[in-house]
């Protein structure tokens, strides 16, 4: 048996661990964040801090979604298959209307990991 006074130390990697677990939930944003649950209720995707902000939405068809560059000194683009923002950029909007559904994984060609993916369901 352990004794019960040792509890609290053994308890102390227990909540270590749990908050390591968090901290990586909240950094991922960028990267596992896109296989989050998608955002619903939102169009707008802002590129800053080296991820995509909410990293995955849902959309119905026929959406417009703006991605919004507000990262300062550092360029982002929006590159999936069938739809690109063109160079790297540093400020400014890029849109692209959402005509089918599906699920489109799109990623920044600058950095690895920064990824996003909008889900888009039947009008
Ligand atoms: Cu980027």
Not at 75 to 93: I, N
Request: with cysteine; aromatic share 8%.
């Amino acid at each position: 048996m352990i004794p019960v006074r040792r509890l609290p130390v053994l308890l102390v990697p227990l909540l270590l661990a749990a908050l390591v677990l968090a901290g990586c939930g909240g950094d991922d944003g960028g990267g596992g964040g896109a296989a989050a649950a998608p955002v619903t209720g939102v169009t707008q995707v802002a590129a800053k801090d080296n991820r995509f902000t909410p990293a995955a939405i849902q959309v119905p068809a026929g959406t417009t979604v703006t991605w919004t560059f507000k990262d300062g000194f550092v360029p982002h683009d929006v590159v999936a298959d069938g739809f690109t923002s063109g160079e790297p950029r540093r400020k400014g909007t890029y849109t692209h209307t959402f005509d089918r559904p599906g699920t489109y994984p799109y990623r920044c060609t600058v950095h690895d990991g920064m990824t996003g993916r909008v889900v888009v369901t039947g009008s």
